[in-house]
Nanobody
Framework: VQLQASGGGLVEAGRSLRLSCAFS????????IGWFRQAPGKEREAVAC????????YYADSLKGRFTVAIDAAKNTVFLQMNSLRSEDTAVYYC???????????????????WGKGTQVTVSS
């Protein structure tokens, strides 16, 4: 199983950024694929994910309306569109995949099946 995240970088507050997670090595059905993030000195937290079977999406409450997760199954890629970025969005963003339903990701990162390497997102104010 491989998860390859890309798209991070330095961006000004208020601007947008799109992260991509290319996945391979597992059957797409019945997985939740999405993103966690970890800011310096803080715990890793769930950002957003999508259930690959029903295309149901889940978001951290604080991010609803600004972030959008989507999947392109033909390209085996999950995207995270981040709009109106704030300095507090600065973190390393990790792509993840798990057989648990996405509605359970709010419980935290423990028990997540697969992780990709993180991509740094820095928002300057």
């Amino acid at each position: 199983v491989q998860l390859q995240a890309s798209g991070g970088g330095l961006v000004e507050a208020g601007r947008s950024l799109r992260l991509s997670c290319a996945f391979s090595g597992f059957t797409i059905d019945d997985y939740a694929i999405g993103w966690f993030r970890q800011a310096p000195g803080k715990e890793r937290e769930a950002v957003a994910c999508i259930n690959t079977s029903e295309r149901t999406t889940y978001y951290a409450d604080s991010l609803k309306g600004r972030f959008t997760v989507a999947i392109d199954a033909a390209k085996n890629t999950v995207f995270l569109q981040m709009n109106s970025l704030r300095s507090e969005d600065t973190a390393v963003y990790y792509c993840a995949a798990d057989t648990k339903d996405g509605s359970l990701w709010y419980r935290g990162p423990n028990g997540i099946d697969y992780w990709g390497k993180g991509t740094q997102v820095t928002v300057s104010s």
